[in-house]
């Protein structure tokens, strides 16, 4: 390692080295495992967009859009922005091929990506980070939250968090939002001077974000507030019913939080984040919500949206700070020999089996058979194959079953059928 290095990676960004990188596959390989079980397919879009794209879709007064976007102007002298957000570039993308209006169904997509945000770094909030996020696109009911947050669940699950917190709220629509916002001005006007700097320009333009402050006095301030949840619409209350609804049907635990009101615009209804103790005040293992208006926002026809982005680096602080191991790359097969003669010929076994569709590895060091036994079972191998001078002269090997130990000389050539018939149905030692 070089002590002080000429360069070194942008603040809040971070290599990725071999040693990281398989913990960096696990949680990517299953989240893509886990959007695909429930139906959904992968988009890519460019690592930059028109800034208007983010500037109308994310709005022009969120910190992402007045603060956080990695902005330029290329050399055609058109403005663009590195992918501050998963969402707009979807719902740009579906726009743009036809996808969306009358006849379009519903789109179910999901898309794991870096993503630019010009931040103060800390634990947790990098500059670069990565998203596993997902979208359905075309589907206006409660159902469609709720199998959204259920995918975020599960994918959790499958990367073993299973202890963190599902918070929900809505924000209404156009209709009750208005309403609410002058309710909320009209709570908070006496307390206007105690208000943080920030705060007050967000009375004036969006007072529900006051709800995201993090300074405590604000938090105070604000904690006696009128609730949304207390005075949505009548449509809007009986789809948050509905979701509620939804989630208990699929055994999925919540807790209602009014606190929960997103750093984008383009929200409506339905807002949530997942969030885990082990994060410290960055605490959002995911975020997401419904956006029915967005479509429309960025040119299309009215579409209906509800989708979630996921923190990857955060999930993998999280299953770090609880223990949870990738589980072992499997090994179907440790092709071991006992004796010299049969050193030379585990190598050229191992290669065929692996033509044969199995996983297969050797001792390229030579070791003894004992040596070579305990990294079988290091490496979680699900058989031995064994080659000694008997089963060379017989063309033969002895196939052992390292959970069962159930063993039996097999000939070379029916080695990989013979192993998946005994994987399928393991018959028992005698
Ligand atoms: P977001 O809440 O801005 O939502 O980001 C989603 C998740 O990304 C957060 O919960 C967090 O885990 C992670 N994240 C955000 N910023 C950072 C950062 N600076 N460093 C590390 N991790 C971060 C969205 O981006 C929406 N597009 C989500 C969505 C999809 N809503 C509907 N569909």
Redesign the pocket.
Known sequence: MTANPRFQAPRGTHDVLPQHAARWQWIEEAFRATCRRAGFGEIRTPTFEDTEVFARGVGDTTD?VTKQMYTFEDRGGRSVTLRA???APVLRALIQHGALGAGGGVHKVFYLTP?F?Y?RPQA????E?H?G?I?IVGAPGPEADAEVIGVGIAYLAAVGITDAELRLNSIGDAVCRTAYRDLLRAYLKPKFDELCPDCQVRFERNPLRIFDCKVPHCRELIAGAPAMVDHLCADCRAHFDGVQAALRARGIAFTLDPGIV???DYYTRTTF?VTHGALGA?D??????R?DGLAELLGGPPTPG??????L??VLLVTEKLGVQPPAAALDAYVAAASAAAAAQVGPLAYRLRSEGLAADFDPLGRSLKAQMKEAARRNAAFAIILGDDELAAGEATLRDLTTGHQGRVAVDRLAATLLSWRKSPPQPA
Request: glycine share 28%; proline share 0%; with cysteine.
């Open positions: 992402i957000e998963g969402t993503i945000r931040e947790g909030r990098l500059r980070h998203q996020g979208e997103r750093g984008l984040e960055q959002a293992l995911l975020g997401g919500g956006y509800v989708g979630f982005g996921c923190g680096e955060r």
